[in-house]
């Protein structure tokens, strides 16, 4: 709370409201261009998986919110969905991505993008576990950094 500079008086009310009211279905709402992306990516033959730092729900919200699914379906299809709740391993610890890496054999590790939101999780991550780190920053909140960075998933479409 005090990081975002909610005043001293405010802290403890703030955690208490946050903390009653932050819960995994709340921050999932898909990006389109997302959506579009994915399926233009599976369409041109790239394999694709996810690794989440989630609560184990995260195969179901993707699939129920029109995202993807391990395997055929109604939407994307991908070849593996990894939830942290479920292997007991979580983001930036890179043993999380070995949960993953067993369906995309074949292909150099380092050949393998992984794309998130969180400099942290996701760019660190990906670094510790040898693929090739993609920060999804759409306000161009990390010009000049030294990872490749996306405004949509769009843009790996268009390479």
């Not at 999932?28 to 394999?47: K, N, Y």
């Not at 379906?73 to 991908?78: A, L, Y």
């Not at 070849?79 to 479920?86: A, K, M, N």
């Not at 950094?145 to 790996?156: H, P």
Request: proline share 6%.
């Amino acid at each position: 709370m005090r990081a975002i500079g909610v005043p001293e008086h405010d802290v403890e009310h703030a955690a208490v409201a946050l903390g009653r009211t932050r819960t995994a279905a709340l921050w999932r709402w898909p990006i389109p261009d997302s959506i579009i992306a994915l399926r233009a990516l599976h369409a041109a033959g790239v394999p694709i998986g996810v690794v989440s730092n989630a609560s184990g729900q995260i195969a179901d919200v993707l699939r129920r919110s029109g995202v993807c699914q391990v395997g055929r379906g109604d939407h994307t299809p991908v070849r593996v969905i990894v939830d942290s709740h479920v292997v007991g391993v979580s983001k930036p610890d890179p043993a999380i991505f070995e949960h993953a890496l067993h369906m995309f054999d074949g292909i150099d590790r380092s050949r393998i993008a992984y794309v998130g939101d969180s400099v942290t999780m996701d760019v660190g991550g990906a670094r510790a576990a040898g693929l090739l780190p993609i920060l999804l920053d759409p306000y161009d909140d990390h010009l000049g950094a030294d990872f490749r960075r996306v405004r949509s998933l769009l843009d790996l479409v268009a390479e």
